[in-house]
């Protein structure tokens, strides 16, 4: 898969909605939680991070307000909106249909197959 | 559901092609009608991504293309995989397993 | 909900840019520093966790960059690039940009010149204030018997109507100006102040007509346009106070219009005396057209009923005018300026319509077929990412700039074409209005667009569904190219359905014009010239006087060599527009109480008028000249008067009442002339010929045939007529260009209508024949391996040809169909000829049928030319 690891678009914006489920976040702090959800395979690549942020934001899964964080701090936090919490059920289910598929295709084997 | 599926597995392309290719040689139409058969309809690959990562992996050495007659007496281009092709194949397997895990592993606290 | 979380973002980040912006530095700046104390703490340098939190952040501004896109404000720039893209395919095709632009331009330069003409002599308000309070009141008997108000009339309205704010009255006439340079003859209109105060407008300098300017005692004075202040009194200003000798009579000018007002209530004239009434004798003559405003609120039918009120009331006042009924009837002014211009100009924008569809529909062939012809280029496009919404919107973009620089050369077009049918068309009202407005631009642009988008919808949807690139490589017929030939196929029947009322409208028309050119004038305009004299009253204050010139004017000219023959008469033929119409009653044969009495055109002739213009009495005699004159009033008759007056029996001898007026002595029919076309080649032949003997009109044309009409000639008549009264205007008319001026309507629409048609009949062809070369290029293959099996080469031509008369067939029978339902509107443009004309819908369908055949089999034979074995074994 071009390149390893990589978080594919759709994918990665159904990780951010897993992750803000659990608590409101900011943008940084995403990408740290994605990490150790992961167990450290999802280094989320911080060049799609803010723009799938925005498209996030645009299609009203989730919305952006400014706190303080606990150094005092000013920053963006994200919060899930009910659509979104809709939509993550929706790429979850989707997610798993659709690896399951791929893993039956995988997994079948012929004679020229060789381990 | 099919257009879903393909934008959260955007990136197995590489290794569905390859896969099929592992069974016999077949032309571009084919793979794509192989791939929906296969999976019952839930992976329905488009044409234009389909033909960019054939040529990709033309590119890099993964399959070979030559042009044949089809089934319907119709000349197309054959894609065959390599051996270099077959390494790629199970590279991207595990990167898929590794792949798939993490993503679930994510998914799964509640 | 997220089409409105969409725009909040969207409108946010765009007028909020400054902000977003900051908010955007603030958060990228958190995360940054956020990532350095997390390397920081993970026991990298301070510097050096910058860096890398910078490094692996990506670059803030690409960060940013990227942030920017997904807010969505780049539809611009795409809108550049897509525009780019365009141009650049444009230019490398120039064949097909050239051929659309072209054929859109023309279609919208015509409709944008026909459009103008429609906005200005059809649908523009009338230029006074609250035109539609204006009406004309006009006497009528009968639909058809509309007669102008005598002074009677106009006085009783003034005196009983109660539905009119202001009410005035003019009238029109032809007089000799002098005193200022050379005398020539104008067209005047005396009107009463309460015209003026109707219609409602000031004028720009002096001042306008008053009540005290319409009595006897008044001196007379004039209110002139500015046009004619500039030309003969040299500006508007030095108009005031000057003085103009109008048949004599000294005229002081008082007030010029403003600029531009040429036309009061449909009235167009240079000069506007003030009206004064002679005092009453008796019911007519009826010379003047009356205008009223009606009060706000007023109806017309209230109006109408007044007026009848009216009518009733006066009635019994003149016991000599016994048509009981005349009714006084109002018309609204502007179906009296507009009206008859509709049909015409309805017809003309009928027509280009249609020849605006055809052009769309051809461009909309053209970008079919290169739209499939770029099928792999749009695939490749599609390959590499681009969403297909994207992609059709580039084929939009691509469209619209064909299709506005198509609108800019029709509006180029339009601009010179708009001058010459001005100059063509001048006798309708209002034409010279017509220009090039915003309302004529706005529609051409609105054309652009509409054309733009229609025609980019044909490939959009052929592009829909899978662009299967593996079957177009292998040669088989995609989706795309099925589809491009189903849609190819439909605008050629649509093509061939638009063409069928423009032909048949174009035949019909070019019929009634070849019948109205062989319908005989009656007489032979060779040789015949006419010249029109008015006597001024100052120096031919009695009949004597009048008598004496026209017998010494006779003389000399007679004198000339190379002059045959000479007579005298009030207006010469053909003359539609003569407006001498007399009713009359025969005693024998008395119309029945409560009927109108039947009027026919009346003129006054000498007795040598006949003779000149070459024709014969048939029935009892002609006018005598010489001192044993006839001194009861007398009339000729024609031949078509006597067949519908008094069928099956000679008319001589019988009398007649003239003019409704019971108390004049009888009028006696003496004579029976035969027919002429009196008032031009369409309109019926029946005429009264009165006697010039004892009428002193001082308005006569002196009508001569010579053996050839030359310049010298023309100017020794004149000098003749000099040598006699040296002041005296006069106008030359020679009568073989009147009689070719009568046709030149006519042939004008039919020549406008044909223009149309040819374009219709051409582009339905090209239609024809661009979609059998396609078909036969798309089906190579399936030919070939019908000719390799052995069948005739003419076998697949005729397959070809049979198929695209196929589609002129389907086309031809919608058209038929469109034609029937329409035609019946045009009849009372033609002449001689039925709306329905077999013989025209047959010569149309054969033309059409023969265009598709060509059309067809140019492609065809092409088809049995295919080498088989290349065909098959192509790719």
Request: charged content about 20%; hydrophobic content about 45%.
């Amino acid at each position: 898969m071009p390149p390893e690891s990589a978080i594919v678009q759709r994918t990665l914006e159904m990780l951010v909605l897993k992750a803000l489920s659990l608590a409101p976040m900011h943008g940084w702090g995403i990408g740290q939680r994605i990490d150790q959800l992961s167990k450290g395979a999802f280094q989320v690549p911080q060049g799609s991070l803010y723009p799938a942020l925005v498209r996030m934001r645009r299609r009203g899964w989730i919305k952006s307000e400014w706190r303080v964080t606990e150094n005092n701090r000013r920053a963006r936090y994200y919060l899930l909106t009910p659509a979104g919490r809709k939509q993550l059920g929706i790429e979850t289910d989707a997610w798993e249909k659709a690896s399951e598929a791929v893993n039956a295709f995988l997994r079948t084997r012929t004679l020229e197959d060789t381990p | 559901m099919n257009r879903d599926a393909m934008e959260l597995l955007q990136g197995t392309l590489d290794v569905l092609i390859l896969r099929t290719l592992a069974w016999q040689p077949m032309h571009g139409y084919a793979v794509s009608r192989w791939i929906r058969e296969r999976t019952e309809g839930t992976i329905e690959i488009e044409d234009a991504p389909l033909y960019k990562a054939l040529h990709r992996l033309e590119r890099a050495g993964c399959v070979s293309a030559e042009w044949g007659v089809s089934e319907n007496n119709r000349r197309a281009r054959y894609y065959r995989l390599t051996a270099t092709g077959r390494r790629r194949l199970r590279e991207e397997e595990s990167a898929w397993r590794r792949y798939a895990a993490a993503v679930f592993r994510v998914l799964e606290p509640a | 909900m997220s089409f409105f979380t969409d725009a909040m973002v969207r409108v946010r980040a765009m007028f909020l840019r400054e902000t977003e912006e900051r908010e955007l530095d603030d958060e990228v700046r958190f995360h940054l520093e956020r990532d350095a104390e997390e390397r920081v703490r993970r026991g990298v340098a301070p510097e050096d966790a910058r860096r890398e939190a910078a490094l692996a952040l990506g670059g803030m501004e690409s960060q940013k960059e990227q942030v920017r896109d997904a807010r969505g404000t780049r539809p611009l720039e795409e809108l550049a690039s897509d525009i780019r893209y365009a141009l650049r395919g444009l230019r490398r095709n120039p064949g097909f940009t050239l051929t659309g632009i072209l054929v859109l331009g023309v279609g919208i330069g015509a409709t944008s010149t026909v459009y103008s003409i429609v906005h200005s002599v059809v649908l523009a308000d009338l230029p006074y204030p609250e035109p539609e309070r204006l009406v004309r009141v006009v006497e009528k008997n009968s639909p058809t018997n509309i007669w102008a108000l005598s002074t009677a009339d106009v006085v009783s309205i003034r005196e009983r109507q109660r539905v009119f704010a202001e009410w005035g009255e003019s009238t029109r006439r032809e007089v000799a100006l002098s005193g200022t340079g050379t005398p020539s003859r104008i067209v005047v209109s005396p009107a009463s102040s309460g015209y003026f105060r109707a219609i409602g407008i000031a004028v720009a300098k002096g001042r306008a007509i008053q009540p005290s300017d319409e009595t006897a005692e008044a001196p007379a004075v004039a209110v002139v346009t500015d046009a004619f202040a500039r030309r003969v009194l040299g500006s508007a200003d030095a108009a005031l106070g000057r003085v103009l000798t109008l048949d004599g009579v000294s005229h002081t000018v008082v007030g010029v219009l403003p600029p531009g007002r040429d036309e009061l209530g449909g009235v167009r004239s240079e000069v506007w005396p003030a009206l004064k009434l002679q005092p009453i004798v008796r019911r007519g003559p009826f010379w003047l057209r009356g205008l009223g405003r009606l009060k706000p609120g007023v109806s017309l039918e209230t109006a109408t009923a007044d007026l009848a009120r009216v009518s009733a009331e006066i009635l019994p006042m003149w016991p000599d005018f016994r048509d009981s009924t005349a009714k006084l009837t109002p018309v609204p002014l502007r179906e009296v300026i507009v009206g008859r211009s509709v049909k015409q100009v309805g017809l003309f924008a009928g027509g280009v319509a249609l020849v605006l569809l055809l052009a769309i529909v051809n461009v909309a062939t053209l970008v079919l077929v290169r739209a499939s012809a770029r099928e792999q280029e749009l695939a490749v496009r599609l390959m590499l990412g681009a969403k297909r919404g994207r992609v059709a919107r580039l084929l939009v973009t691509e469209n619209l700039i064909l299709t506005l620089t198509a609108a800019m050369l029709g509006l180029g077009l339009a601009f010179v074409g708009l001058d010459l049918a001005v100059a063509q068309l001048q006798s309708m009202p209002r034409i010279q209005d017509a220009a090039l407005d915003w309302r004529v631009i706005a529609l051409g642009i609105g054309a652009a667009v509409v054309s733009g988008i229609l025609v980019s919808l044909s490939p959009i949807a052929a592009l829909q569904g899978n662009t299967n690139l593996a079957s177009h490589a292998t040669g088989r017929r995609t989706d795309t190219s099925n589809r491009t030939s189903r849609m190819r196929a439909a605008f050629v029947v649509a093509e061939f359905a638009l063409a069928w009322p423009l032909l048949v409208a174009s035949g019909l028309l070019l019929s009634s014009f070849v019948r109205l050119q062989r319908v005989d004038p009656g007489f032979d305009p060779r040789g015949l010239v006419s010249i029109g004299v008015n006597l001024p009253s100052i120096r031919y204050p009695n009949d004597t006087t009048v008598f004496q010139f026209r017998a010494r004017a006779l003389q000399r000219l007679a004198a000339i060599p190379g002059v045959v023959s000479v007579g005298l008469a009030d207006d010469v033929p053909p003359d539609p527009n003569h407006g001498n119409f007399d009713n009359f009653n025969l005693v024998h044969k008395p119309v029945p109480d409560g009927q109108a009495e039947p009027a026919v055109p009346w003129y006054y002739v000498d007795p040598t008028y006949f003779e000149t213009l070459g024709i014969r009495i048939v029935d009892g005699r002609g006018y005598r000249s010489g001192n044993t004159a006839d001194t009861l009033p007398m009339v000729i008759v024609s031949e078509s008067w006597a067949k519908q007056f008094t069928p099956g029996e000679s008319p001589v001898g019988r009398q007649l009442v003239q003019g409704g007026c019971y108390d004049c002595p009888r009028t006696t029919i003496i004579g029976v002339v035969e027919d002429i076309r009196n008032l031009g080649p369409a309109l019926p032949m029946v005429a009264a010929y009165g006697s010039l003997v004892n009428n002193g009109t001082r308005s006569v044309e002196i009508l001569a045939r010579a053996r050839a009409v030359t310049p010298s000639l023309l100017q020794t008549m004149r000098n003749e007529l000099r040598a006699l009264d040296p002041e005296l205007p006069l106008v030359e008319t020679v009568i073989a260009d009147k009689v070719d001026a009568s046709m030149a309507d006519p042939m004008r629409w039919a020549a406008v209508l044909t223009a149309f048609a040819a374009c219709g009949m051409g582009l339905a062809a090209l239609g024809v024949f661009g979609l059998m070369a396609y078909t036969v290029r798309q089906r190579r293959r399936e030919l070939g391996v019908r000719l390799a099996l052995g069948a005739a080469p003419s076998s697949v031509t005729r397959l070809v040809v049979s198929r695209g008369m196929k589609y002129a067939l389907i086309g031809s029978g919608i058209g038929l169909v469109m034609t029937l339902l329409f035609v019946n509107r045009i009849q009372t443009m033609l002449f001689g000829v039925s709306p329905i004309d077999p013989a025209t819908f047959l010569a149309v369908a054969f033309m059409l049928a023969g265009s598709a055949f060509l059309a067809s089999w140019i492609p065809g034979r092409r088809a049995a030319r295919i080498r088989p074995m290349e065909a098959i074994g192509a790719d």
